[in-house]
């Protein structure tokens, strides 16, 4: 199968959606499939046949560092139609993902399309506080428009986000829950070099003893941050080993540097801003939980990273994430500030809970392979074509009758 995908991220740049693309990519091509990616580049047009990766110019649009591309770049339009591809499949609802609907519809190629962001959840980044009821309204029209009747299929990666899709907003198509993938190996323990880590510890100024509480991710007010910062306090009293590190770079970095400080726990915590890709798994290596508030996310990657890395996760009890992780199996949950602080006490202070739960997490996070990932999007893309095709078949079926009844004439 000849397979588009369509982003406006993908590696070098890191976050959820382009991490659901690159093993979404490598999962298919493993099966033999061969698969292309559309996405963005910040300056000059760019193909890379060796990789199959098309990068087509974008400005900034002031979000996060997202870029927005021409809704018809003719010259990526002319290496698209050399793939002649069987199915596109969008991972974004607006810049590349309106290019692909607009090739979808030219040259009738099935387009499958799957919801990533919570976007009622990022409208402050263009309201700053006003008028959020009708800028929520206008989100949640588009995404009816753009995500029910613009597409053949509808995929999400949560029973969050399909709650959202079939309660909120009403929607009568089907919805098909398939998690991303997660590379998890390269988090294991054996994979990772032990030397490079001793370092890393030692550039941290992180100490034997102490208890490494890590969050990976963006540094935005959706995330919660504020939420581990103003209780950490509260955990310093019972664990005064205890250390805060965070991981990843955002908007609200200076607003969070500034908050420690005035909590008085600006020399337990620390800010490593952003980090290399290929650095990540070190981090998660080198700590001794995981943590993350959040209530925005669509999956939550982050998590099931931390577990590939064998390590206790923290997490708010979400959707998100209560789908990923039993309580005091694989993981701990939260609902509010008392039980937060206690899960984190729980696993300093009872080692056969914290082992337990690092070998349940491991278990876990297997489950989220590239290749299973593909395999589950791969019968999605069986289901559109074998409904073009049998529409095909009825209309040819049906122009046959027709013209048989006519005796054959025009």
Partial sequence: MRIGLFTDTYPP????VSTSVLMLKQGLEKLGHQVYVVTVNSESFSYKKEEDVLRIPGIPVGIMDYRLTSIYPLRALKVIKKWKLDIIHTHTEFGIGSFARLISKQFNIPLVHTYHTMYEDYIYYITKGYFDAASKKLVEYLTLFLCDKTID???????????????????????????????????????????????????????????IILYVGRVAKEKSIDFLINNFKSVLKKIPRARLIIVGDGPDLADLVELT???????????????????????????DVFVTASTSETQGLTVIEAMGAGKPVVAINDESFNNVITHKKDGLLFNNETEYVNCLCSLYKDKNLYNEI??????????????????????IYRKVIDKDTNVFKKTVHNFKHVFEKSGGKK
């Avoid at 915590?269 to 990540?280: D, N, S």
């Avoid at 278990?363 to 791969?378: C, D, F, Q, R």
């Fill in 13 to 16: 740049f890191i976050n959820g």
């Fill in 153 to 211: 299929e509808l995929i999400v990666p949560t029973q969050k986000t399909k709650d959202l899709f079939k309660e909120k907003y009403k929607v009568k198509r089907d919805v098909h829950v398939i998690p991303s993938g997660i590379d998890t190996k390269r988090f294991h323990k054996e994979n990772i070099d032990y030397k490079s880590v001793l370092e890393l510890k030692k550039e941290l100024s992180i100490k034997a003893k102490d208890f």
């Fill in 261 to 287: 400080k005035k909590n008085g726990i600006d020399r337990n915590t620390m800010f490593t801003g952003r980090v290399p890709w290929e650095e990540v798994p070190k981090y998660y290596s080198l700590c």
């Fill in 358 to 379: 690092c070998k349940e997490a491991l278990k876990i996070a297997l489950k989220y392979s590239p290749e299973t990932y593909a395999m589950n999007v791969l019968k």
